[in-house]
């Protein structure tokens, strides 16, 4: 009895052995390779866009949001869809002194690893004709690709200007 209870457990010893050291199967298909600074080039394009087209006071044609899309502003209902994003805008450009300009800065980009989403974290500024920053603060937004092109489905901004 005691030479087939040892022979058991030498043979779940050479057992386990053989098991823990067979290789890990390699996966076959490879992760997709994401360029993060292409991804960071077009992200920081469509941010130029965007402020182009506001300051030419043409927010109706700003394509960077989904139609589905949802922006949190500041002191304000979140504006959900297209039309109401651009609305929004309509009435802060509305708002703002003549001439002033908005300019935006990415700061990193977080793609997923397939690339289909993009989180950037940036911050923005709004100064008038003689350079004097009128508002100012930071900003994240989420982009998914649609169509072999990144749309904003969400974005969230915070103002770092003191209360007045």
Do not use: W
């Not at 050479?14 to 067979?22: H, R």
């Not at 087209?53 to 044609?61: G, P, R």
């Amino acid at each position: 009895m005691k030479t087939t209870l040892l022979k058991g457990i030498a043979l779940s010893v050479i057992a386990a052995t053989m098991v823990a050291c067979n290789p890990k199967k390699q996966d076959t298909e490879a992760e997709p390779i994401v360029d993060v600074s292409q991804i960071r080039t077009e992200i920081e394009t469509m941010e130029a866009a965007y402020a182009d087209k506001m300051n030419a006071n043409k927010s109706d044609e700003i394509t960077y949001y989904a139609d589905d899309a949802t922006s949190y502003g500041q002191n304000k209902a979140p504006s959900v869809g297209k039309e109401a994003i651009h609305k929004s805008m309509k009435e802060e450009a509305a708002a703002a002194p003549k001439g002033a300009k908005v300019a935006f800065e990415t700061h990193d980009v977080f793609p997923s690893g397939d690339g289909n989403q993009v989180v950037e974290i940036g911050s923005y500024k709004v100064a008038d004709s003689t350079g004097t920053v009128l508002a100012s603060g930071n900003y994240m937004a989420l982009f998914q690709k649609k169509d072999g092109k990144y749309i904003c489905t969400r974005d969230i901004s915070a103002s770092d200007m003191p209360k007045k």
